[in-house]
Protein backbone atom coordinates (compact mmCIF):
# COMPACT_ATOMS: atom_id res chain seq x y z
CA UNK A 1 0.00 0.00 0.00
CA UNK A 2 1.59 3.54 -1.36
CA UNK A 3 1.48 6.33 1.49
CA UNK A 4 0.49 10.26 0.85
CA UNK A 5 1.99 12.23 3.26
CA UNK A 6 0.21 15.93 3.82
CA UNK A 7 2.22 18.90 5.58
CA UNK A 8 0.86 20.97 7.48
CA UNK A 9 2.99 23.97 8.97
CA UNK A 10 1.11 25.88 12.09
CA UNK A 11 1.55 28.90 14.23
CA UNK A 12 -1.37 29.54 16.67
CA UNK A 13 -4.00 27.98 14.58
CA UNK A 14 -6.22 26.25 17.53
CA UNK A 15 -9.20 27.38 15.67
CA UNK A 16 -8.04 25.50 12.07
CA UNK A 17 -5.77 22.49 12.99
CA UNK A 18 -9.13 19.88 13.86
CA UNK A 19 -10.87 21.29 11.67
CA UNK A 20 -7.75 20.97 8.71
CA UNK A 21 -7.19 17.32 10.19
CA UNK A 22 -10.92 15.91 9.92
CA UNK A 23 -10.69 17.09 6.46
CA UNK A 24 -7.97 15.20 4.97
CA UNK A 25 -8.75 11.99 7.39
CA UNK A 26 -12.12 11.88 5.76
CA UNK A 27 -10.90 12.00 2.39
CA UNK A 28 -8.43 9.03 3.00
CA UNK A 29 -11.54 7.37 4.16
CA UNK A 30 -13.52 7.87 1.59
CA UNK A 31 -11.89 8.65 -1.96
CA UNK A 32 -8.31 7.84 -1.36
CA UNK A 33 -9.09 4.04 0.86
CA UNK A 34 -6.17 2.11 -0.79
CA UNK A 35 -3.78 4.82 0.43
CA UNK A 36 -1.96 5.25 3.67
CA UNK A 37 -1.90 8.19 5.14
CA UNK A 38 0.79 10.61 6.89
CA UNK A 39 -0.36 14.02 8.02
CA UNK A 40 2.47 15.54 9.50
CA UNK A 41 1.69 19.28 11.76
CA UNK A 42 4.78 21.25 11.91
CA UNK A 43 4.11 23.81 14.81
CA UNK A 44 6.11 26.65 14.89
CA UNK A 45 6.35 27.31 18.74
CA UNK A 46 2.63 28.30 19.32
CA UNK A 47 1.54 30.05 22.25
CA UNK A 48 -2.16 28.99 22.35
CA UNK A 49 -3.26 25.58 22.63
CA UNK A 50 -2.53 24.57 19.27
CA UNK A 51 -0.09 22.18 20.10
CA UNK A 52 -2.30 20.69 23.33
CA UNK A 53 -5.26 19.91 20.41
CA UNK A 54 -2.49 18.05 18.15
CA UNK A 55 -1.07 16.15 20.70
CA UNK A 56 -5.30 15.09 21.58
CA UNK A 57 -5.22 14.18 18.01
CA UNK A 58 -1.99 12.44 17.74
CA UNK A 59 -2.34 9.92 20.62
CA UNK A 60 -5.88 8.86 19.17
CA UNK A 61 -4.40 8.65 15.60
CA UNK A 62 -1.07 7.47 14.91
CA UNK A 63 -1.14 8.53 11.24
CA UNK A 64 -0.49 11.90 12.59
CA UNK A 65 2.91 13.21 13.23
CA UNK A 66 3.68 16.63 15.33
CA UNK A 67 7.51 18.59 14.89
CA UNK A 68 7.25 21.23 17.68
CA UNK A 69 10.03 24.05 16.90
CA UNK A 70 12.20 25.28 19.34
CA UNK A 71 11.23 28.52 18.24
CA UNK A 72 9.47 30.51 15.29
CA UNK A 73 11.78 29.67 11.80
CA UNK A 74 9.15 31.32 9.73
CA UNK A 75 6.58 29.48 7.35
CA UNK A 76 9.13 28.70 4.63
CA UNK A 77 11.76 26.99 6.60
CA UNK A 78 8.74 25.24 9.02
CA UNK A 79 7.28 23.72 5.96
CA UNK A 80 10.57 22.75 4.01
CA UNK A 81 11.50 20.87 7.23
CA UNK A 82 8.16 18.98 7.24
CA UNK A 83 8.74 17.72 3.69
CA UNK A 84 12.05 16.30 4.50
CA UNK A 85 10.64 14.31 7.51
CA UNK A 86 7.96 12.89 5.50
CA UNK A 87 8.26 9.12 4.30
CA UNK A 88 5.40 9.09 1.84
CA UNK A 89 5.61 8.10 -1.63
CA UNK A 90 3.96 10.88 -3.03
CA UNK A 91 4.15 14.18 -0.49
CA UNK A 92 1.99 17.41 -0.62
CA UNK A 93 3.96 19.98 -0.26
CA UNK A 94 1.92 21.93 1.71
CA UNK A 95 -1.56 21.80 2.98
CA UNK A 96 -2.58 25.00 4.84
CA UNK A 97 -4.47 24.65 8.47
CA UNK A 98 -6.84 27.03 7.84
CA UNK A 99 -8.01 25.19 4.35
CA UNK A 100 -7.59 28.22 1.80
CA UNK A 101 -6.25 25.50 -0.57
CA UNK A 102 -8.90 23.44 -1.00
CA UNK A 103 -8.01 19.49 0.40
CA UNK A 104 -10.58 18.00 -2.21
CA UNK A 105 -8.50 18.42 -5.03
CA UNK A 106 -6.01 16.16 -3.37
CA UNK A 107 -7.55 12.50 -5.04
CA UNK A 108 -7.55 14.40 -8.49
CA UNK A 109 -3.66 14.75 -7.63
CA UNK A 110 -3.11 11.67 -6.63
CA UNK A 111 -4.91 10.16 -10.26
CA UNK A 112 -2.47 12.61 -11.87
CA UNK A 113 0.37 11.41 -10.12
CA UNK A 114 -0.65 7.70 -10.51
CA UNK A 115 -0.73 8.76 -14.09
CA UNK A 116 2.78 9.19 -14.50
CA UNK A 117 3.54 12.94 -13.02
CA UNK A 118 6.06 13.56 -10.93
CA UNK A 119 5.24 16.69 -9.57
CA UNK A 120 0.98 17.84 -9.38
CA UNK A 121 0.72 21.51 -8.78
CA UNK A 122 -1.73 23.80 -8.23
CA UNK A 123 -2.77 26.79 -9.96
CA UNK A 124 -4.52 29.74 -8.19
CA UNK A 125 -6.54 30.27 -11.03
CA UNK A 126 -8.89 32.68 -8.63
CA UNK A 127 -8.51 34.46 -5.26
CA UNK A 128 -10.94 35.35 -2.89
CA UNK A 129 -9.00 38.39 -1.80
CA UNK A 130 -8.89 42.39 -1.98
CA UNK A 131 -8.51 43.79 -5.54
CA UNK A 132 -4.97 45.80 -4.36
CA UNK A 133 -3.54 42.30 -2.92
CA UNK A 134 -4.93 40.06 -5.78
CA UNK A 135 -3.00 43.13 -8.01
CA UNK A 136 0.09 43.09 -6.13
CA UNK A 137 1.28 38.72 -6.21
CA UNK A 138 -0.62 38.51 -9.75
CA UNK A 139 2.83 41.46 -10.47
CA UNK A 140 5.04 40.09 -8.27
CA UNK A 141 4.33 36.21 -9.85
CA UNK A 142 4.55 38.13 -13.33
CA UNK A 143 8.29 39.18 -12.50
CA UNK A 144 8.85 35.77 -11.02
CA UNK A 145 8.21 33.63 -13.99
CA UNK A 146 9.46 36.08 -16.47
CA UNK A 147 13.44 36.69 -15.06
CA UNK A 148 13.87 32.83 -14.05
CA UNK A 149 15.14 30.24 -16.57
CA UNK A 150 12.81 27.97 -14.54
CA UNK A 151 9.32 27.77 -16.50
CA UNK A 152 6.69 28.44 -14.45
CA UNK A 153 3.11 28.98 -14.95
CA UNK A 154 1.97 32.09 -12.68
CA UNK A 155 -0.08 31.68 -9.40
CA UNK A 156 1.47 28.32 -8.43
CA UNK A 157 2.31 28.05 -4.85
CA UNK A 158 3.32 25.75 -2.27
CA UNK A 159 0.14 23.57 -2.84
CA UNK A 160 2.22 20.75 -4.83
CA UNK A 161 1.77 16.93 -4.95
CA UNK A 162 5.41 15.32 -5.55
CA UNK A 163 7.01 12.03 -5.93
CA UNK A 164 9.17 10.64 -3.55
CA UNK A 165 12.29 11.16 -5.92
CA UNK A 166 11.45 14.38 -6.34
CA UNK A 167 11.41 14.78 -3.01
CA UNK A 168 14.76 13.22 -2.56
CA UNK A 169 16.25 15.57 -5.35
CA UNK A 170 15.21 18.79 -3.25
CA UNK A 171 17.37 17.49 -0.32
CA UNK A 172 20.15 17.82 -2.06
CA UNK A 173 19.73 21.59 -2.24
CA UNK A 174 21.43 22.98 0.10
CA UNK A 175 19.96 26.05 1.21
CA UNK A 176 19.15 28.02 4.33
CA UNK A 177 16.30 29.76 3.31
CA UNK A 178 14.26 27.30 0.61
CA UNK A 179 11.86 28.46 -1.88
CA UNK A 180 9.44 25.05 -2.55
CA UNK A 181 7.56 26.45 -4.77
CA UNK A 182 10.41 26.90 -7.59
CA UNK A 183 12.80 24.16 -6.06
CA UNK A 184 10.32 21.67 -7.28
CA UNK A 185 11.06 22.21 -10.86
CA UNK A 186 14.24 23.41 -10.69
CA UNK A 187 15.46 19.49 -9.52
CA UNK A 188 12.81 18.50 -12.73
CA UNK A 189 10.28 16.20 -13.74
CA UNK A 190 6.88 15.86 -15.77
CA UNK A 191 4.48 18.22 -14.28
CA UNK A 192 1.18 19.06 -14.41
CA UNK A 193 -0.91 21.92 -13.11
CA UNK A 194 -4.63 21.79 -11.79
CA UNK A 195 -6.36 25.37 -11.30
CA UNK A 196 -8.78 26.11 -8.54
CA UNK A 197 -10.02 28.75 -6.40
CA UNK A 198 -8.20 30.21 -3.16
CA UNK A 199 -10.51 30.80 -0.66
CA UNK A 200 -10.99 33.32 1.93
CA UNK A 201 -10.25 31.90 5.28
CA UNK A 202 -12.98 31.22 7.50
CA UNK A 203 -11.45 31.05 10.63
CA UNK A 204 -8.94 33.41 12.79
CA UNK A 205 -6.45 35.60 11.06
CA UNK A 206 -3.66 35.09 9.08
CA UNK A 207 -0.25 35.12 10.61
CA UNK A 208 1.63 35.96 7.44
CA UNK A 209 1.88 39.73 7.71
CA UNK A 210 3.04 41.98 5.44
CA UNK A 211 6.50 42.19 6.30
CA UNK A 212 6.67 38.20 5.93
CA UNK A 213 5.46 38.54 2.52
CA UNK A 214 8.36 40.75 1.54
CA UNK A 215 10.56 38.93 3.25
CA UNK A 216 9.60 36.07 1.02
CA UNK A 217 9.27 37.49 -1.92
CA UNK A 218 12.59 39.02 -1.99
CA UNK A 219 14.04 35.32 -1.08
CA UNK A 220 12.25 34.20 -4.27
CA UNK A 221 13.30 36.95 -6.47
CA UNK A 222 16.87 36.82 -4.93
CA UNK A 223 17.31 33.08 -5.20
CA UNK A 224 15.40 32.12 -8.78
CA UNK A 225 15.78 35.25 -10.92
CA UNK A 226 18.17 38.11 -11.77
CA UNK A 227 15.33 40.63 -12.06
CA UNK A 228 17.08 42.67 -9.16
CA UNK A 229 20.49 43.42 -10.54
CA UNK A 230 18.80 43.30 -13.84
CA UNK A 231 16.71 45.89 -12.97
CA UNK A 232 19.89 47.53 -11.57
CA UNK A 233 21.69 47.29 -14.75
CA UNK A 234 19.43 48.90 -16.93
CA UNK A 235 18.51 51.63 -14.79
CA UNK A 236 22.27 52.56 -14.74
CA UNK A 237 22.09 52.60 -18.30
CA UNK A 238 19.08 54.82 -18.96
CA UNK A 239 20.26 57.17 -15.72
CA UNK A 240 24.01 57.83 -17.49
CA UNK A 241 22.00 58.96 -20.96
CA UNK A 242 19.43 60.87 -19.19
CA UNK A 243 22.31 62.56 -17.47
CA UNK A 244 24.62 62.81 -20.76
CA UNK A 245 21.23 64.64 -21.94
CA UNK A 246 20.39 66.56 -19.48
CA UNK A 247 24.07 68.38 -19.29
CA UNK A 248 24.07 68.84 -22.72
CA UNK A 249 21.17 70.61 -22.50
CA UNK A 250 22.22 73.04 -19.38
CA UNK A 251 25.59 73.71 -20.94
CA UNK A 252 23.40 75.18 -23.85
CA UNK A 253 21.23 76.95 -21.49
CA UNK A 254 23.99 78.01 -19.56
CA UNK A 255 25.70 79.40 -22.31
CA UNK A 256 22.70 81.16 -24.17
CA UNK A 257 20.93 82.70 -20.67
CA UNK A 258 23.93 83.18 -18.13
CA UNK A 259 23.49 86.73 -18.38
CA UNK A 260 19.97 86.24 -17.28
CA UNK A 261 20.38 83.46 -14.69
CA UNK A 262 21.72 84.23 -10.66
CA UNK A 263 23.66 81.51 -9.82
CA UNK A 264 22.87 79.31 -12.71
CA UNK A 265 23.35 75.31 -11.78
CA UNK A 266 22.70 75.21 -7.61
CA UNK A 267 19.16 73.90 -7.98
CA UNK A 268 20.50 71.14 -10.55
CA UNK A 269 23.50 70.20 -8.07
CA UNK A 270 20.85 69.77 -4.99
CA UNK A 271 18.24 67.47 -7.02
CA UNK A 272 21.18 65.50 -8.97
CA UNK A 273 22.49 64.94 -5.58
CA UNK A 274 19.59 64.36 -3.20
CA UNK A 275 18.62 61.76 -6.49
CA UNK A 276 21.30 60.05 -7.35
CA UNK A 277 21.88 59.40 -3.37
CA UNK A 278 18.58 57.90 -3.22
CA UNK A 279 19.10 55.64 -6.22
CA UNK A 280 23.11 54.30 -4.69
CA UNK A 281 21.09 53.64 -1.38
CA UNK A 282 18.46 51.42 -3.14
CA UNK A 283 21.22 49.25 -5.13
CA UNK A 284 23.35 49.32 -2.61
CA UNK A 285 20.26 47.54 -0.25
CA UNK A 286 20.01 45.11 -3.27
CA UNK A 287 22.85 44.21 -3.18
CA UNK A 288 22.54 43.60 0.38
CA UNK A 289 19.93 41.49 0.21
CA UNK A 290 22.35 38.85 -2.40
CA UNK A 291 25.10 39.21 0.20
CA UNK A 292 22.42 37.68 2.84
CA UNK A 293 21.41 35.07 0.88
CA UNK A 294 25.21 34.24 0.67
CA UNK A 295 25.85 34.79 4.16
CA UNK A 296 22.85 32.55 5.21
CA UNK A 297 24.47 29.90 2.83
CA UNK A 298 27.66 29.70 4.27
CA UNK A 299 26.64 29.11 7.65
CA UNK A 300 25.25 25.79 6.77
CA UNK A 301 23.01 25.70 9.97
CA UNK A 302 19.99 23.97 10.24
CA UNK A 303 16.68 24.38 8.78
CA UNK A 304 15.06 24.60 12.05
CA UNK A 305 16.60 23.89 15.49
CA UNK A 306 13.25 20.90 16.64
CA UNK A 307 12.06 20.72 20.06
CA UNK A 308 10.33 17.69 19.67
CA UNK A 309 8.44 14.67 17.92
CA UNK A 310 5.63 13.12 18.29
CA UNK A 311 4.29 9.81 16.64
CA UNK A 312 7.68 9.59 14.79
CA UNK A 313 9.75 6.24 14.40
CA UNK A 314 12.58 6.52 17.34
CA UNK A 315 15.58 7.41 15.68
CA UNK A 316 18.46 4.35 14.61
CA UNK A 317 21.00 3.81 17.25
Not at 10 to 18: D, I, K, Q, S
Not at 39 to 63: G, K, M, Q, W, Y
Not at 272 to 280: L, N
Amino acid sequence: MKTISVITPCYNEELNVRDCYEAIRQIFDTELKGYRREHIFCDNASDDRTVEILREIAAHDPAVKIIINARNFGPLRNTFNGVMASRGDAVLLFMPADLQDPPELLPEFVKLWEAGYEIVYGIRAVREEGRLMRGFRNAYYRVLTRFSEIKVPPGVGDYQLVDRDVVERMRLVRDGYPFMRMMTFECGGRAVGVPYTWRTRKKGLSKNRAAALIDQGLNGLVSFTSAPLRFGLYAGFILSFLSIGYAVVNLLLGLILYQRLAEPGVLTLIVAMFFFGGVQLFFMGMIGEYILAIYGQVREKPVVFERERVNFDPPRP
